[in-house]
């Protein structure tokens, strides 16, 4: 089976930095997805990744190590708006089936 | 920027029932997406459409549902007898390409099965 784990919920404060991690075990692996939802809202896209390494966008930045099957979203400068659930997504090997996580709550606190 | 729509936001229906979903997903895209979000929990891929066929599934994907693109703007999920255990938000999902990177997802039907 497709197995994705990230923690359920942290807490950091406003203007800090924090880190998301996401521990992967697929069938097939055709890219990581890092996905923002807010409560009641479709998930937007963060950012991704496919080859060893770090992607840098902003204040946001993702890490991928394909042979520990690890992934980490790094959130820098950390706002109040910034408190929403962060899903963790694989892209299995036919380029048209995803796998989620059950995301994490941040909640950032003044 | 172009987004995906969907109606209705909020459906009602008692179960047993058969509902239609609709999606227009953008204008210039060719893959699209369901994908089904129960309160609380994570989101579960569905269904993939590309080419007037299903592309991929997933295992909750069964005969109970089905999906169409009746025209070249609305796609939909139809979803027969409706059980309890149904009830979610479903999202629907559009891409350029099979490879492109990013899905657009649009707001979301609220399907409460009574």
């Given at each position: 089976?497709q197995?994705?784990?990230?923690?359920?919920?942290?807490?950091?404060?406003?203007?800090?930095?924090v880190q998301?991690?996401?521990?992967?075990?697929?069938?097939?692996?055709?890219?990581?997805?890092?996905?923002?939802?807010?409560?009641?809202?479709?998930?937007?896209f963060?950012?991704?990744?496919?080859?060893?390494?770090?992607?840098?966008?902003?204040?946001?930045?993702?890490?991928?190590?394909?042979?520990?099957?690890?992934?980490?979203?790094?959130?820098?400068?950390?706002?109040?708006?910034?408190?929403?659930?962060y899903?963790?997504?694989?892209?299995?090997?036919?380029?048209?089936?995803?796998?989620?996580?059950?995301?994490?709550?941040?909640?950032?606190?003044? | 920027?172009?987004?995906?729509?969907?109606?209705?936001?909020?459906?009602?229906?008692?179960?047993?029932?058969?509902?239609?979903?609709?999606?227009?997903?953008?204008?210039?895209?060719?893959?699209?997406?369901?994908?089904?979000?129960?309160?609380?929990?994570?989101?579960?891929?569905?269904?993939?459409?590309?080419?007037?066929?299903?592309?991929?599934?997933?295992?909750?994907?069964?005969?109970?549902?089905?999906?169409?693109?009746?025209?070249?703007?609305?796609?939909?999920?139809?979803?027969?007898?409706?059980?309890?255990?149904?009830?979610?938000?479903?999202?629907?999902?559009?891409?350029?390409?099979?490879?492109?990177?990013?899905?657009?997802?649009?707001?979301?039907?609220?399907?409460?099965?009574?």
């Amino acid at each position: 089976g497709q197995n994705i784990d990230q923690p359920t919920e942290m807490t950091a404060t406003e203007g800090a930095i924090v880190q998301i991690n996401c521990t992967y075990q697929t069938s097939g692996f055709n890219g990581l997805f890092w996905y923002q939802q807010h409560a009641g809202e479709a998930p937007t896209f963060l950012s991704y990744n496919v080859l060893d390494g770090l992607e840098e966008k902003g204040r946001f930045s993702s890490f991928l190590s394909r042979s520990k099957g690890y992934s980490y979203l790094l959130l820098k400068e950390l706002q109040m708006k910034d408190s929403a659930s962060y899903l963790c997504a694989v892209r299995g090997n036919n380029f048209n089936k995803f796998y989620f996580g059950s995301g994490t709550k941040l909640n950032v606190k003044p | 920027e172009p987004e995906v729509t969907q109606t209705p936001s909020h459906q009602v229906t008692q179960m047993g029932q058969e509902v239609i979903l609709r999606c227009v997903p953008i204008s210039n895209h060719l893959y699209f997406y369901w994908y089904r979000q129960i309160l609380g929990q994570k989101v579960e891929f569905l269904v993939s459409f590309y080419n007037n066929e299903i592309s991929e599934k997933s295992e909750i994907f069964d005969d109970q549902f089905s999906v169409e693109r009746p025209d070249g703007s609305n796609f939909t999920l139809k979803i027969r007898s409706t059980k309890l255990e149904d009830s979610a938000m479903y999202f629907c999902a559009s891409s350029e390409s099979a490879g492109t990177i990013r899905q657009y997802f649009g707001p979301g039907t609220r399907l409460t099965v009574t």
